[in-house]
C-alpha cells in the first residue's frame, strides 16, 4: 500500500549536512564571544594603564587634550612648575634644543669703576622667560648692551648665568651705534612700536632704518644656525624686534621649530597698512610654526591683516594660515610670570617693607600709598594717573595730606623725541601738583626716573596700598602680576586698565578706562576706601588665577603645540617619501578642509 503521510523521508545525508551547519554556526557564536570577551579585557587594561600613567605624568594625560589655541579643560589640573616643561620636553620633544631670542639680554654686566657689576633687569619678558629658559637647560641670544658684556664671554660671546647656579647659556650679539640706532631705536620704536599701540603718537618710517633692520635679524639668523646643536632646535623668538626673524631661520633650518611670540598689540589692518614694508613682515613672521598673541582679539587682527595683504589660505576654525608651502598656527598664549617668584622668600615682611618704603621716600605713617611701576613710555597711562589724583584731590579735599603717588619709571630711549617729551611733560605734572596741594612734611607725588632692581620692584609692591597700571593700550602687562604675586598677605588694590590683557584675566581688579579721568578718581577713592575683607575676597582670587596661568602654563602650552607640529610634519614626510605612494593621499592640511565637504 502507498504512504499517504503528509511527511516525506528525509535522505540520511541531508540530516548530518544540517547538524553540521547547526555545529558551525555554534562554533562562530562561541568564537565570537569569546573574542568580544578578550577585547573588553584588553580594553579594560588599557584603560588601568592608561589611568596609571596619567596618575604618575598628569602631563601625559593632558596631551590628547591639548588640540586647539593652547587651551585644555584639564589643563587647570595640572601644577605647572619647571618639572612639567621638563616632562614635555622629555617625552614629547626628545633631545630637543631650546633657543630663545630676544633684544634685551636676562643678565647685564657694567662696569662701575674698577669692579663689573650685575644687574638684573626689571623687564616683563625677562621676568617670563628667565625661568624658561633655566628649566629647559636652554641658550639664549641676546644683545649684548652692558659695558663689560663683552670682557665675561668667553671666545664664543657665551657666558654661563646666572652666576651663583649656572643653568643656560647667554650667548652675546654684538652691534654697532648705527645698528642700534636704526634697527632698534628707529625703525623698531619709532615706527613698529607706535603703529602697534594705540596711543595717538604717529610711527616714523624710514628706508633707512628698514635696511639696518633686515640687517641685524640677519645677523640673529646667522647666531641661531650658529648655535644651533642639529637641523631640528625648538627657537623661541621674541617680540617686535624680529618680525623677518622667523623666515630667516627657516630658510636656513627648514625642520626647526619657530615659534614667534609677539608680546604687544597686534593693530586692525587699516592701522597696520601705514607700514610701508607690511607684505614684508606678514611673510616674515609667517615663516614661525606658531604665532603667539596675548589675547585672541589681537590674533584676529593678524590673522586679517593677512588676510588683506597676502594670498594665504586661512582656516578660521583653527587659526591656522597656509603660506608659501607651510601652515603657521596663530594662537593667543597669555603671558605671565614665575609662581612663587622665588626673591620673595628674600625679602622682609610686608610689614617691614612699609617701614622701608615710607622712610626711604619721606612718607608719614598715616598717608596711604599708591604707586606705579614701569619704563616711563607713552603707552603706560602715567600721565594720566597723574590727572585722575589731581581729580581725586579736588574733589575730595579731606585726602589732601592723607594719599600720596609713588611713581617708579626707568628711563627709556630718551634720545627719542616723543620720550624726551613725555618725560618733561611728567615732571611738569607732578610740580604742579606738589606745588599745589603739598605742604610741611607731604609730598603728594614722587617721581622716581631710575632703573630698580626685581627685589626693589618688589618691596614698593608689597608697601602699597594701591597699584595702579593705567596702560592706554598693552599686550599683557606684567606689573600687575608681580603686584599680585607679591602680595600674600591678600591685602593691597589692583587699579586696572581695560586696555591690558591682564584685564581679561584679573577680573577681581577695579577696572577703569584711562581716558576717563573722573572715572579714574572715583576708582582710586574706591581703592582707598576698600575694607580689608573686600580686599582679602579680590587678592585670594587673582592669586588663584596668576597661580593656575603662569609663566611655565604659557610655556607648556606652545611647547605642547609645538610638539604635535612635529608629529605631524613626520607623518607627512613619512607618507610623502613612501615608495608608490598614491596620488590621491590627502594631506594633513587638507583633512579638515575634506572633513566638512
Request: net charge negative; with cysteine.
Amino acid at each position: 500500500m502507498p504512504d499517504t503521510s503528509p511527511y516525506l523521508p528525509v535522505p540520511s545525508f541531508a540530516l548530518w549536512l544540517l547538524v553540521l551547519a547547526l555545529a558551525g554556526i555554534l562554533i562562530m557564536l562561541l568564537a565570537t564571544r569569546a573574542s568580544q570577551i578578550r577585547r573588553a579585557k584588553g580594553a579594560n587594561a588599557a584603560k588601568v594603564e592608561k589611568a596609571g600613567e596619567a596618575k604618575s605624568n598628569p602631563v601625559r594625560a593632558l596631551l590628547p587634550e591639548f588640540e586647539k589655541n593652547g587651551q585644555s579643560a584639564a589643563a587647570a589640573l595640572v601644577e605647572w612648575s619647571p618639572d612639567t616643561l621638563r616632562h614635555i620636553l622629555a617625552r614629547e620633544l626628545p633631545d630637543a634644543q631650546v633657543i630663545v631670542v630676544s633684544n634685551r639680554e636676562p643678565y647685564i654686566h657694567n662696569r662701575k669703576g674698577e669692579e663689573i657689576e650685575l644687574v638684573v633687569p626689571a623687564s616683563g619678558l625677562v621676568s617670563a622667560l628667565e625661568p624658561i629658559t633655566r628649566a629647559c637647560a636652554g641658550t639664549w641670544i641676546a644683545h649684548g648692551g652692558g659695558s663689560a658684556d663683552a670682557s665675561v664671554v668667553d671666545a664664543n660671546d657665551r657666558v654661563e648665568v646666572p652666576p651663583e647656579n649656572p643653568s643656560y647659556t647667554l650667548r652675546r650679539v654684538w652691534l654697532s651705534e648705527e645698528e642700534q640706532r636704526g634697527y632698534y631705536l628707529g625703525f623698531a620704536n619709532e615706527g613698529l612700536w607706535p603703529l602697534c599701540h594705540i596711543a595717538f603718537t604717529r610711527p616714523v618710517f624710514r628706508a633707512s632704518d628698514w635696511e639696518t633692520y633686515e640687517a641685524v635679524n640677519r645677523k640673529f639668523a646667522d647666531t641661531v644656525v650658529a648655535e644651533a646643536r642639529n637641523e631640528r632646535p625648538i627657537v623661541l623668538v621674541q617680540d617686535y624686534h624680529f618680525a623677518l626673524l622667523p623666515r630667516m631661520i627657516r630658510e636656513r633650518l627648514p625642520e626647526a621649530i619657530v615659534i614667534t611670540f609677539w608680546h604687544i598689540p597686534w593693530p586692525n589692518s587699516e592701522v597696520f597698512s601705514i607700514c610701508p614694508w607690511r607684505e614684508k613682515i606678514l611673510e616674515g613672521l609667517l615663516g614661525s610654526s606658531i604665532v603667539g598673541f596675548h589675547t585672541q582679539f589681537h590674533c584676529n587682527n593678524f590673522i586679517e591683516s593677512v588676510d588683506r595683504f597676502l594670498e594665504s589660505r586661512i582656516e578660521r576654525e583653527e587659526s591656522s594660515i597656509s603660506y608659501g608651502g607651510r601652515i603657521s598656527l596663530v594662537h593667543a598664549y597669555p603671558i605671565s610670570i614665575e609662581w612663587d617668584p622665588p626673591l620673595l622668600d628674600r625679602l622682609p615682611a610686608v610689614a617691614e617693607c612699609r617701614q622701608l618704603i615710607r622712610r626711604k621716600f619721606g612718607l608719614s605713617d598715616d598717608v596711604r600709598l599708591c604707586v606705579g611701576v614701569e619704563r616711563l613710555d607713552y603707552t603706560k597711562g602715567i600721565l594720566d594717573r597723574l590727572i585722575a589724583l589731581d581729580e581725586l584731590l579736588k574733589l575730595h579735599p579731606e585726602w589732601i595730606g592723607k594719599v600720596a603717588f609713588l611713581q617708579i619709571a626707568a628711563p627709556s630711549r630718551g634720545t627719542l623725541p616723543a620720550y624726551q617729551q613725555l618725560y618733561e611733560e611728567c615732571l611738569s605734572h607732578a610740580g604742579e601738583l606738589n606745588q599745589r596741594y603739598g605742604r610741611d612734611g607731604y609730598t603728594p607725588v614722587v617721581l622716581i626716573t631710575e632703573h630698580h632692581s626685581q627685589a626693589q620692584v618688589y618691596e614698593i609692591y608689597r608697601a602699597a596700598d594701591v597699584c595702579m597700571v593705567t596702560s592706554l593700550h598693552d599686550g599683557m602687562n606684567l606689573v600687575a602680576k608681580e603686584f599680585v604675586a607679591a602680595r600674600e598677605d591678600e591685602q593691597g588694590v589692583l587699579l586696572l586698565s581695560m586696555f591690558a590683557g591682564a584685564s581679561k584675566e584679573l577680573l577681581e581688579a577695579l577696572i577703569v578706562n584711562p581716558y576717563d579721568a573722573a572715572m579714574m578718581g572715583e576708582a582710586l577713592l574706591q581703592g582707598l576706601t576698600m575694607s580689608p575683607e573686600e580686599q582679602r575676597q579680590r587678592m585670594r582670587r587673582m592669586r588663584e588665577i596668576v597661580r593656575d596661568n603662569n609663566v611655565y602654563r604659557w610655556a607648556g602650552s606652545m611647547l605642547l603645540d609645538a610638539s604635535r607640529l612635529r608629529k605631524r610634519d613626520a607623518v607627512d614626510r613619512a607618507v610623502g617619501s613612501a615608495p608608490g605612494s598614491p596620488d590621491n593621499v590627502i594631506s594633513l592640511l587638507d583633512r579638515k578642509r575634506v572633513a566638512s565637504l
